[in-house]
């Protein structure tokens, strides 16, 4: 028999997963008019928190728990989209250094001005106090699987 902590853990894995379901359908339908697919964005977010940063193609793959030609055809898209920019490393011709440009910026605020009337009216009858700690307890758990990504 389970613990009471234990049955409310597996009720809130299971309510995240459900979470995550919504989101991602709402998100594609969200990205369609900006031109853009849900890994396509996920990347243009990944270096939009730290725009000066250059990544190899490995290190992203890591990152976004993507295997190497997965992420290479989302940087080769974005590259044509011109939203990124690669740049040949100076002493290994074969690494590649990825980029977010001026453009991936802008078309990733661009994408979060959009889904602001959604986000209002989602937490439209929560208080701040409510939003904040959602908040905290959620990224309390993003960094408990961050830093167990391998487990």
Same mark, same amino acid.
């Not at 730290?50 to 490995?58: D, G, M, N, V």
């Given at each position: 028999?389970?613990?009471?902590?234990?049955?409310?853990?597996?009720? $809130?894995?299971?309510? =995240?997963?459900?979470?995550?379901? $919504?989101?991602? &359908? %709402?998100?594609?339908? &969200? =990205?369609?008019? =900006?031109?853009?697919?849900?890994?396509?964005?996920?990347? +243009?977010t990944?270096?939009?928190?730290?725009?000066?940063?250059?990544?190899?193609?490995?290190?992203?793959?890591?990152?976004?728990?993507?295997?190497?030609?997965?992420?290479?055809?989302?940087?080769?898209?974005?590259?044509?989209?011109? $939203?990124?920019?690669?740049?040949?490393? /100076?002493?290994?011709?074969?690494?590649? %250094?990825?980029?977010?440009?001026?453009?991936?910026?802008?078309?990733?605020q661009?994408?979060?001005?959009?889904? +602001?009337?959604?986000?209002?009216?989602?937490?439209?009858? %929560?208080?701040?106090?409510?939003?904040?700690?959602? $908040? &905290?307890? /959620?990224?309390?758990?993003?960094?408990? =699987?961050?830093?167990?990504?391998?487990i």
């Amino acid at each position: 028999m389970l613990e009471e902590k234990q049955q409310i853990s597996l009720k $809130l894995m299971t309510s =995240l997963g459900i979470i995550n379901q $919504l989101t991602d &359908a %709402w998100l594609s339908k &969200a =990205l369609i008019p =900006l031109g853009i697919n849900q890994s396509q964005f996920n990347l +243009l977010t990944h270096f939009s928190h730290h725009p000066e940063r250059e990544q190899t193609i490995s290190q992203l793959a890591e990152v976004m728990q993507m295997n190497q030609p997965g992420i290479t055809k989302v940087v080769n898209k974005l590259v044509e989209m011109g $939203l990124v920019d690669i740049r040949k490393d /100076s002493h290994d011709g074969r690494k590649k %250094w990825i980029s977010i440009n001026q453009s991936g910026l802008d078309k990733t605020q661009n994408a979060f001005m959009s889904f +602001l009337p959604m986000v209002d009216r989602c937490f439209e009858e %929560w208080d701040d106090k409510h939003v904040s700690e959602m $908040l &905290a307890h /959620s990224q309390r758990l993003q960094q408990w =699987l961050d830093d167990n990504r391998d487990i």
